[in-house]
């Protein structure tokens, strides 16, 4: 199990080393296949990147330039119309949309990256009966089709009258097995039982030593969790559109699945709606991806 | 993992502890650790566990209009019916043609998919290329677009008047028929998941010790040699975990097919069997009700099963 922690840290310390750690000279690669490589390797970016280009230019033009211009240039500026067309179709409630995505992801984030580290630690550090079952239970639920949980969960939420209400989101949502994982390897790993032993001897209750010295050793591995569980909720197609009727209550990929489905609309605005409404994710990505990669690292060595 | 219970079943010295000393002495840590792992318990019990009992239960009953008057009027009652919802499941050709395309789909897209991430992976970790995170930065992008809002984009770029791509090619080219679509849709996963598997390969490419390459070159060994031998047989671990995961996430394909079909109507409500489950679930195909879509939905876990456990047995055999 260290192993993989180890590993994990691995990708960071590279990063820094990543000068000295070219090859000598004598063995490094001729140039030929350094020129075809990056070459090959710009057209596969061109492959990834061109949609979201056009995605962003598309946001700024009318139904007729969509049809008739240069698709990866822009035209005549119909950004506000679009924006206006947008406000209406989804009647003003597209950033209620927004907002409903950021506090399903947030509570259902921070809710679960709290419970999956608490039984993360508990499983890393007590003995207690039933450990082995939760354990064993847990790694079946990573492997566990979700969608398909998706259905029952809509009849049990329905026979308690939970549908269509907040709670019908994050109860699922901050449900994580993979968090409970990384709380497991994190948690053998970064925190010492000596520390813990010491704070007892110190006379520290149980709930303040796991509040102020375990949670701060797990900051990294509950930054990679939260991160997991933000996108997975904000992602989720599937429960929502089971879960929620109400507009007021929809988060934005519902709402826009809604926007396309039941009117012929103005394309510039939806794409505008796809591009705001992935906006706050890519932000959180690329502001926090060494964690990403950290989490994806144990994803990778636990096989 | 043995060492932390090696640890932990030590009574760690405490000084003022609120339980009584024989209880203590027995497990010193159980009431604590029962009590941290209680909140996770109780969700994943609610979440995970209630609804594999509700789903089995509810696959054996039918909902039928209660008896009463001439209209029914008065709801409907559950009625046991045994495995009745899970033959007219499998013996009605929707179902079989659904799964069907999903593992045509899922053997086209997956190898495509597993290829192209780990050669990616090969080739950003080769040190034949500068800018490393630019690339793998732009690699991993779609990840973080969520998948229906990938697919509406993507129907866009299917669709003749307004794809940037489409005018350039022959007139023939429909990426939206019957014959076609279940590429398009396979493309749109490609595009999504092929960056964040990468980042896996990388991962465990990057957890191989160093020397190894340096000795291999000392030995006159190429950088193909190398990518074959040493790194391609040492990421087969995080390849299976990979293979597995697509599998399973390419039985449950939804949010591609359900954005395809608002501007597909020939596609029907059945086309993918997670569709076909979510319809007989809201009604809109019959037979309806929970107890229906619950049997198609644990014939589709079945069978998710069986393919991953097919597959892993596969990959055990020829080592």
Same mark, same amino acid.
């Given at each position: 199990m260290s192993s993989i922690v180890e590993a994990a840290e691995k990708p960071i310390r590279r990063q820094i080393k990543s000068v000295e750690d070219q090859p000598p000279r004598s063995i490094a690669p001729s140039p030929v296949s350094r020129v075809v490589t990056t070459v090959v390797l710009t057209l596969v970016t061109l492959y990834f990147l061109l949609p979201v280009i056009w995605l962003i230019v598309a946001s700024t033009k009318s139904n007729s330039d969509l049809a008739s211009t240069f698709g990866f240039w822009f035209a005549d500026m119909n950004l506000g119309t679009n924006y206006e067309s947008l406000m209406s179709w989804t009647q003003g409630l597209f950033w209620r949309w927004v907002g409903n995505s950021l506090f399903y992801s947030l509570t259902a984030g921070v809710v679960g990256t709290l419970i999956s580290t608490m039984a993360g630690y508990a499983v890393a550090k007590f003995v207690f009966p039933g450990r082995r079952t939760m354990l064993a239970a847990t790694m079946a639920g990573l492997l566990?089709?979700?969608?398909?949980?998706t259905i029952p969960l809509y009849t049990v939420f329905n026979a308690v009258g939970a549908t269509n209400t907040v709670w019908s989101i994050i109860i699922p949502s901050c449900v994580s097995p993979f968090g409970v994982f990384l709380g497991v390897v994190y948690a053998q790993t970064s925190v010492p039982d000596e520390v813990l032993e010491a704070a007892r001897i110190d006379g520290a209750g149980e709930a303040r030593i796991f509040f102020t010295i375990v949670l701060r050793l797990l900051t990294p591995a509950m930054v990679t969790m939260f991160l997991f569980i933000f996108v997975a909720t904000w992602n989720n197609f599937l429960l929502p559109l089971m879960m929620i009727s109400s507009p007021e209550l929809k988060p934005v990929t519902l709402g826009l699945y809604g926007m396309i489905s039941y009117f012929a609309p103005d394309k510039g605005a939806v794409m505008l709606g796809a591009l705001l409404g992935v906006v706050p994710l890519v932000i959180l990505f690329f502001t926090l991806q060494r964690y990403w990669r950290s989490g994806l690292t144990a994803g990778a060595v636990k096989g | 993992m043995s060492s932390a219970t090696e640890v932990a079943s030590e009574p760690p010295t405490r000084a003022r502890s609120p339980e009584p000393r024989t209880r203590r002495r027995r497990n010193p840590g159980a009431r604590t650790g029962l009590l941290f792992m209680a909140p996770f318990a109780i969700l994943f019990i609610v979440v995970f566990v209630i609804p594999i009992v509700v789903a089995i239960r509810s696959a054996f009953f039918a909902q039928v209009p209660r008896n009463e008057g001439l209209f029914g009027g008065g709801g409907v009652v559950e009625q046991f019916v045994g495995l009745d919802n899970f033959i007219t499941a499998a013996s009605g050709t929707a179902f079989w043609r659904g799964m069907g395309r999903v593992v045509l789909y899922a053997g086209i897209q997956i190898p495509i998919m597993i290829g192209l991430a780990l050669v990616l992976a090969l080739l950003l970790d080769s040190f034949l290329v500068r800018r490393v995170g630019f690339f793998r930065l732009s690699y991993f *992008?779609?990840?973080?677009?969520p998948g229906v809002i990938a697919a509406m984009m993507w129907l866009y770029l299917y669709t003749p008047s307004l794809?940037?791509? *489409?005018? %350039? *090619?022959?007139? %023939?080219?429909?990426?939206?028929t019957p014959g076609t679509i279940l590429f398009s849709m396979a493309n749109m996963t490609t595009w999504t998941y092929t960056g964040y598997n990468m980042l896996i390969f990388l991962a465990a490419l990057q957890a191989i010790p160093h020397d190894l390459y340096e000795a291999a070159r000392i030995d006159g060994a190429s950088g193909f040699k190398i990518a074959t031998r040493i790194k391609i047989p040492s990421v087969r671990g995080a390849a299976l975990l990979a293979v597995l995961l697509s599998i399973i996430g390419t039985i449950q394909l939804f949010n591609e097919p359900v954005i395809l079909e608002t501007v597909n109507p020939w596609m029907g409500k059945d086309y993918t069997p997670m569709m076909m489950a979510y319809n007989t679930m809201t009604g809109t195909i019959s037979p309806s009700g929970s107890g229906p879509a619950n049997a198609i939905s644990i014939l589709m876990a079945i069978i998710a099963g069986v393919l991953a456990v097919v597959y892993a047995s596969l990959q055990r055999r020829r080592d």
């Open positions: 566990m089709p979700i969608a398909l949980l | *992008l779609p990840y973080a677009i794809s940037p791509f *489409l005018p %350039w *090619l022959p007139d %023939w080219v429909d990426l939206m």
